[in-house]
């Protein structure tokens, strides 16, 4: 390795020394000035071309997104804008870019064009920035955990259960489409398929993570899950990472506050060790939002916003407690929800959800204890209140521009109580006997929740579409590169 | 949380203070001594009950597999084989086991039927160590990264190139098989399928990797890969977990040393962090080659072995040189390989992988420079040598007892080189503009591997078969869980 990333060469104090540099470049001004890139930062170091003793069809070939080699000497800036720059003593080509070809010019390009280019984006400082800010957090994930003792399961992304009824699934099969194999009665005979049996894309990995659970205790995964919604939407995307921890032994208090620790942790490791590409993204959604009106912008900016929730209690509070608040609220008295409150049942949509974090209370909501018949079949039943009211100790934390951040509950350890439950929705127990099981031998009070890692990555990069925070998403009609 | 962890309670010195413990029931003996584990550690801890102060009806609950709760005084044990022990002032049972239904006895059972019950091995000592290595591995390869400044990609798992070649693939569909949508030409209208058009499970995320690469420099996946093969062995899987580095300006060199470092770092981080849990599998392994003629067992033992990749160079040679081994070696020689090497070209099997690597060397090896014709079309091409031979330069390292832990290589940076390549072994160009565009604009030499997570798990636990270091297999005809 013969060079010098550019990250470290920007930190450096060795003026005079003789350096190399390799990457991509940003910019050519003058026959003189050369801003390079490697990836390493999302600033580019600045060499100064003697363009007198260069080669002519050198300076050619220095163009946008052209690869480079430079030889010189690290020294202090004069210009503005940069502390350190390199006095080229030789700059040589390594790999061309026609600029009339190369699809990123040196100027502002539109989100929506650079997903058409998702595999030349990541050259972009906006998209070097939310990458950085994405590798920040996955770790921080893992960091979390591993202080805590937590195990990292890996649970199948291949299933055999479309029990959970999380949302509509993929279908992974190796059969010859255009030859099925039949029974006898004439239906598909997946007895052919691979695995012997009709399988598909995991939508969670929670029922796997809870037989970790209750075996090794505190258990988490990290992977990729899956939706096979028809939803276009800024929030949605088909293919998108889950991180599911799962604990033997927790109430829904001990979930509420892991799950409140894991944001604020993760959060702030971002903060900590990505301040240059956080301030970059903050100065970046300051600029898209003039265009909007007053009214329409953010009240505090990223690093403000990202500081205030990692400062402040989340607000706890009961379904029943929101929809008293919500029934109260000015958009529901003068009929401006789409969907109005009337009364307890109601399912809270996407407008209730940001009327309480956005308006209400400014901060993250814990909602919890909601009707047992808007939530999953495994949640742990609440006793029936004095009017009759049966509730499960489910959890949702909602996040301000984001909705739901983090969806989870205590479970339900009761065998029999959870066995009704399944009957009453129509989940056939028989193919979920290994699930019961945990149920059966030693069964304990657990708890845990699924944290959406993009819209994660969405709220701690200030982006608006959660395609432009996954390298290359996956959505209805597009599976590109 | 009112309970202290055992794992925790086993290294105290609190004696005579008072703790609350919870978990599961291993033993129970003399109706006095319950063996508790909580899955914190491979141990148990050891809770003294006066039965003649506890209800029958209690004692008679307290079967293994049952969940308790013991709160009592931590104690020095007078017994053999602890240091500590709970003396119990009550015990409680959180979730009852029959003793009749559960399936896990105090006994040793076959790793073959404990594959069966995948959801309550983890409950087992050796299960309990193996993913507890899995994790501190997981863990390792993440901080090697992040400490060199790679950048975590989540490549996508859908996708809809089958360009690579790597594998069979799984098909992902919504389409409804009964009711199959077909163009006027009567063909399948993918069309109509959800992401329009035929997409598949991933092989590698190496090609996107690539275009990460090229844009930050160095990074790395890890995540889940599936192969549709249908290979019965206990080295394969249909979904596995890869890690896939790729690095821009990294030449073969570079890449051989960074995949040596990674795998010694990751061993030595298991060994460092379960020192316990290795000494546990070490026990078993030895154990388990008792069965075994002298010949067959392993000359060195788990933490031998471990020890010796960590602090031993990995051996580097050209395949040509191999060749020219293989030629001479007695199993040639005497014919008892089962494909005989005749000559340079001769495509490597496992037989004479292990015969370098097990017999010939005795210590991992670096294989490098493949004829071009038996490597994938992405692999750098050397100049022709005298003798008119065309190689690569692929790299494979090959460990003791695993075969092929890493396959990698230098990548053919060279557009006009590629498109040939890509030409001669029928991989259509057009669909792979993405990719070529990397080749355009600013093409640079770049490096990248691949590394099975399993088989690093594998070797590391000393296991034998792949399915019992991941939490739950996917093999032919087999999806269960």
Not at 314 to 337: C, G, H, W
Not at 365 to 393: C, H, W
């Amino acid at each position: 390795m013969e060079h010098t990333r550019i990250k470290e060469l920007l930190k450096s104090e060795e003026f005079g020394k003789e350096v190399i540099v390799k990457g991509w470049v940003r910019t050519f001004r003058n026959n003189q000035f050369v801003a390079i890139n490697d990836g390493s930062s999302i600033n580019n170091i600045q060499a100064v071309i003697d363009f007198e003793n260069t080669p002519d069809d050198i300076l050619r070939r220095i163009t946008t997104g052209a690869a480079v080699r430079v030889k010189g000497i690290l020294v202090e800036s004069q210009g503005k804008g940069q502390r350190v720059e390199v006095k080229a003593t030789d700059i040589s080509i390594i790999g061309d870019s026609d600029a009339e070809k190369f699809p990123l010019q040196p100027k502002k390009h539109s989100l929506e064009f650079l997903r058409e280019i998702a595999h030349l984006r990541f050259r972009t400082g906006t998209f070097n920035a939310i990458f950085k800010v994405r590798n920040a957090l996955a770790f921080a994930v893992n960091k979390f955990f591993q202080e805590r003792d937590f195990v990292y399961m890996h649970t199948p992304i291949i299933t055999g259960s479309d029990a959970e009824g999380a949302g509509e699934m993929f279908r992974v099969t190796t059969l010859d489409l255009n030859n099925l194999p039949r029974t006898e009665q004439g239906d598909i005979d997946f007895k052919e398929d691979f695995f012997g049996k009709s399988t598909n894309l995991t939508v969670s990995g929670q029922l796997e993570g809870e037989l970790a659970a209750l075996a090794f205790g505190n258990i988490y995964t990290f992977g990729p899950t899956f939706r096979a919604e028809n939803s276009n939407t800024t929030r949605h995307l088909a293919e998108f990472w889950m991180i599911e921890p799962e604990m033997a032994f927790y109430e829904l208090e001990d979930n509420m506050q892991l799950a409140e620790d894991l944001l604020k942790y993760v959060i702030r490791y971002a903060l900590d060790t990505c301040p240059e590409e956080i301030e970059f993204l903050r100065a970046r959604l300051l600029e898209e939002e003039k265009s909007k009106p007053q009214a329409d912008r953010s009240e505090l900016d990223l690093v403000e916003k990202l500081n205030f929730v990692v400062q402040n209690d989340f607000v706890r509070l009961t379904y029943t407690e929101a929809i008293d608040i919500l029934m109260k609220s000015k958009p529901n008295q003068k009929k401006q929800f789409k969907y109005l409150i009337e009364g307890w049942g109601a399912d809270l949509q996407s407008e209730h959800e940001r009327y309480l974090v956005e308006k209400h209370f400014k901060k993250p909501v814990i909602l919890i204890d909601y009707p047992r018949e808007i939530k999953s079949f495994y949640m742990k039943q609440n006793p029936v209140d004095a009017q009759g009211r049966q509730t499960v100790r489910a959890m949702d934390i909602l996040f301000p521009g984001i909705g739901e951040m983090v969806g989870g509950s205590q479970r339900e350890e009761n065998l029999e109580k959870l066995i009704t439950r399944m009957n009453e929705v129509g989940i056939p127990t028989e193919e979920m006997e290994w699930f019961l099981d945990t149920r059966r031998f030693g069964s304990v009070p657990h708890s845990g929740f699924g944290v959406g890692f993009e819209r994660l990555v969405l709220f701690t990069t200030g982006m608006t579409n959660i395609r432009d925070v996954i390298p290359f998403p996956r959505t209805p009609k597009n599976a590109e590169f």
